[in-house]
């Protein structure tokens, strides 16, 4: 082990995650350098115990005690590589708060990610789900990954098309599994901002704030929605939307328009249908519903909260009941979105 490198054992994982939920971790490292990163994956004392990279917390529900290796990651630095016609690349460690890079590259006018201001959590988890919101997901703006394989202490670069990015979905959610750490994401983003304003209350809110659109308007745009829809975790723990969004056929989505004719969808670019879970769920009852110490939260229906006190296996079983209600009403199977341990 590098010199001044500590695993602290039996690690309380309240802080780490903003559900709040209590749980143990058997080791945790916090990584600050590449050579970090490869000291502890190869260290024989720790080799054979389940791995876990955690960036924010905010997309994991722990049911369970971790007797493993948690790995922080707390890589970092944000620098511009080079421009390229109209194109400027900028790379972040991975360690990085996601909004911060989104900050860096709204102030210097670099336009594709200001759309997705104010997600939680961290770069080196913004791949693994292909963050999304407001228009716009990562792989827009993605260019390339650098990742250490955990089973050969190798650095391998993932480009876009190693990735199979899709709706909160990617490689590292499949075969890549748990098989990586990333250590930096580089971004291709435009020196001529193409502007995106047609999604949800992108419009209203710069007509409000009596503002052109501009890479700027539209970031402060986004938090305001954001923070207007959202629940804080700092204030009450969440992972954001807890299910994903679900596609059916056409077929099934008009037979359960005749049904439901106030059913919330959106037209995929492949024909198929995207329907809002939050309604889903909301017919079911579920919006505002209280089970304990947890919930579901009064204003979205998406969003499981903790009161405060409440388990990860609390909110799984609630997850479960709210699946279940889900299906048998409409036929449809939720899938979660929070990566559960
Ligand atoms: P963590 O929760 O720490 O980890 C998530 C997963 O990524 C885990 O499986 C973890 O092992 C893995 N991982 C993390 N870092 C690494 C790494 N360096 N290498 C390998 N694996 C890694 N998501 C959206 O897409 N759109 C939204 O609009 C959105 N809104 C949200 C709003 C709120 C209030 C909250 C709480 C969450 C929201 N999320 C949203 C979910 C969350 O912000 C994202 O999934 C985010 O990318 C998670 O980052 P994190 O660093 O907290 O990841
Ligand atoms: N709706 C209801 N009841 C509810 C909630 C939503 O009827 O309780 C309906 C409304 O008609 C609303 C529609 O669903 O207009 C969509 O709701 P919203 O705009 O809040 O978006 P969402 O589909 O619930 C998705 C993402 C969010 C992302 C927003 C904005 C998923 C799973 N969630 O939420 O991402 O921020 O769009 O783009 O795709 C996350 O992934 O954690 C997340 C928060």
Redesign the pocket.
Known sequence: MAPGMEIQKHIALKPFN?FGIEAEAAYMAEICTLQEAVNVITDKRYRGLPL?????????LFTKDFDGLIIR?SLRGIETLRTEGDKIFVKAA?GET?NDLVDYCVARNYGGVENLSL????V???P??N???YGAELKDVFYSLE?LETATGRVRTFYHGDCRFGY?ESV?KHEAKGR???LEVTLCLDINPVLKTGYGAIESELNRMQVEPSVQSISRAVCNIRRSK????ALLG????FFKNPSVSKEIFHSLKAEYPGIVAYQNSDGSIKLAAGWLIEQCGWKGKVAGRVGVHKDQALVIVNFGGGTGKEIYALSEEILHSVKEKFGIDLEREV?VI
């Open positions: 903003t876990l990279v955690l960036g924010g917390g905010s997309n994991i990651n991975a996601w997600i939680p959590g961290s080196g988890a913004a693994i789900q963050i999304g919101a990742a909160r590292f990586y750490v990333i959202l629940p804080d975790p969440n992972a954001g939307s990566n």
